[in-house]
């Protein structure tokens, strides 16, 4: 029971990371085009989502997991705010730490839920 409550948390906050990471691909291809857009409400639900799916996370796994979650969350916002100045160094060097911080997270997860690679 409580292996499938952290096992769905942890879910939940992947898929809610990939919506938002998707939104900000979406706010920085709009930006770069100089389309006029308003970013915040372009990622308003993608946060929300994120945000609820981390608050469930926190009190769902153990401190690794949260810990990289937190600097999960941290290179997201970074990487939004550079979407949002169309800062393609910013971007290049934001976007590979996106990754590494998810791949970081996944590890932590599946040790946490005892899934072996």
Known sequence: AIRDQRREACHRYLVATNSFYQAVDQ?????????EF????HTREAITTLQDAYVYLT??????VRELARAYNRALYALDESARDADNDS??????????ARDHLRAAMRAELGIAD
Do not use: F
Request: aromatic share 6%; hydrophobic share 35%; no cysteine.
């Open 38 to 41: 308003d970013a915040r409400e």
């Open 27 to 35: 706010v920085y291809r709009k930006a770069l085009r100089d389309e």
């Open 59 to 64: 009190i769902s796994t153990g401190a690794a």
């Open 91 to 100: 971007w290049a060097s934001l976007e590979p730490e996106t990754h590494r």
